[in-house]
Every structure is written in structure tokens, then in C-alpha cells.
């Protein structure tokens, strides 16, 4: 079983900046992709961004320029940096780990989830 544990949310004027943190623990041998999704009130969850473990990196275009994701590979953690926050950001964001456990079996994980509100 893999665990994700998410920290940085919180509530920032527009302009502002967050950090958000993922860590990942469990019976874990790879982890391919992580990433961020994020789902707003009365919204599907959307993809935010995600890296694979060679750092190649995809985004969702709204936040294309403002939002730069990153992982450590040796410390099973992804990180998602937002820059130039703006209301529309506002959501309860999950992040997402798929590789192969311990016994050679996949997993696709989720976080609990993190709420970030962006004020006008």
C-alpha cells in the first residue's frame, strides 16, 4: 500500500504564492509519475500538472508560466510551486503517485487533498 501525505495549502491574495508537497511511503519500488490534480466546487478533477521520473514535465495550459512542478526522486516527493495565484486557482488540489510496489504489482495513489483558496 502507498501512502501520500500533502502539505501547503492554505489562503493567499491574488498575486501571491504557494508551495505545495507530496510525499510518498509505502511498499513502493518505482514511482513513474507523479502529478497534481485539482477539483473545484461543482467541477471533474482536473490535471494540474505531472513529471515523470526522467522530470519530463506536462502542464495544463491555464497555468502554463505560473505553476512549476518538480520531484526527488531519492525522497518520493513532488513539489508543485504557484506563482501569480489567481481566484480561479481556488480548489481542493490531490496529489497522485503510479509506479510499481514492492511485489511487482501497480498502484495508482491518491492524497488526501489540500485546499487552496485564492481572494480577489
Known amino acids: 500500500q502507498v501512502h501520500l501525505v500533502e502539505s501547503g495549502g492554505g489562503l493567499v491574495q491574488a498575486g501571491g504564492s504557494l508551495r505545495l508537497s507530496c510525499a510518498a511511503s509505502?511498499?513502493?519500488?518505482?514511482?513513474?509519475?507523479m502529478g497534481w490534480y485539482r477539483q473545484a466546487p461543482g467541477m471533474q478533477r482536473e490535471l494540474v500538472a505531472d513529471?515523470?521520473?526522467?522530470?519530463?514535465?506536462n502542464y495544463e495550459d491555464s497555468v502554463k508560466g505560473r505553476f512549476t512542478i518538480s520531484r526527488d526522486n531519492a525522497k518520493n516527493t513532488v513539489y508543485l510551486q504557484m506563482n501569480n495565484l489567481i481566484p480561479e486557482d481556488t480548489a481542493v488540489y490531490y496529489c497522485?503517485?503510479?509506479?510499481?510496489?514492492?511485489?511487482?504489482?501497480?498502484?495508482?495513489?491518491w492524497g488526501q487533498g489540500t485546499q487552496v483558496t485564492v481572494s480577489s
Open positions: 497522485n503517485a503510479r509506479g510499481i510496489g514492492f511485489w511487482g504489482r501497480e498502484f495508482d495513489s
Open positions: 509505502g511498499m513502493i519500488r518505482r514511482i513513474n509519475t
Open positions: 513529471i515523470t521520473s526522467g522530470s519530463d514535465t
